[in-house]
């Protein structure tokens, strides 16, 4: 099982950037995908989730309405779209599997990528 993430760099405020998680050796049908971010010093923070099975989504509060989760599940990618970004979305962000369908998004998932830089900043 592996993930890869990809996408993160410099953004003004109010700009927007679209994450992306390659996923490998494993279906994605069978697993739960899950973006959380890293600020030093700050534990780690859900951020999105899609449960495979049923397509469900979650989303933290301080996100709601600004970023999005989305798949291409013929290429094995899993997106977060960035809108909207605030000088607080900058951290260090993890893409993660865990290989059943989860209705919580937590932080203790099973396979991590080394994750993507965001920072926003004017």
């Known amino acids: 099982v592996q993930v890869v993430e990809s996408g993160g760099g410099l953004v003004q405020p109010g700009g927007s950037l679209r994450l992306s998680c390659a996923a490998s050796?494993?279906?994605?049908?069978?697993?739960?995908i899950g973006w959380f971010r890293e600020v030093s010093g700050k534990e780690r923070e859900a951020v999105s989730c899609?449960?495979?099975?049923?397509?469900?989504?979650w989303y933290g509060n301080s996100v709601k309405g600004r970023f999005t989760i989305s798949t291409d599940n013929t290429k094995k990618m899993v997106y977060l779209q960035m809108n909207n970004l605030k000088a607080e979305d900058t951290a260090l962000y993890y893409c993660?599997?865990?290989?059943?369908?989860?209705?919580?998004?937590?932080?203790?998932?099973?396979?991590w990528g080394q994750g993507t830089r965001v920072t926003v900043s004017s």
């Open positions: 993660a599997a865990e290989d059943y369908p989860r209705s919580t998004c937590y932080p203790d998932f099973g396979s």
């Open positions: 050796g494993f279906t994605l049908s069978d697993y739960t």
């Open positions: 899609i449960n495979f099975s049923d397509g469900s989504t």
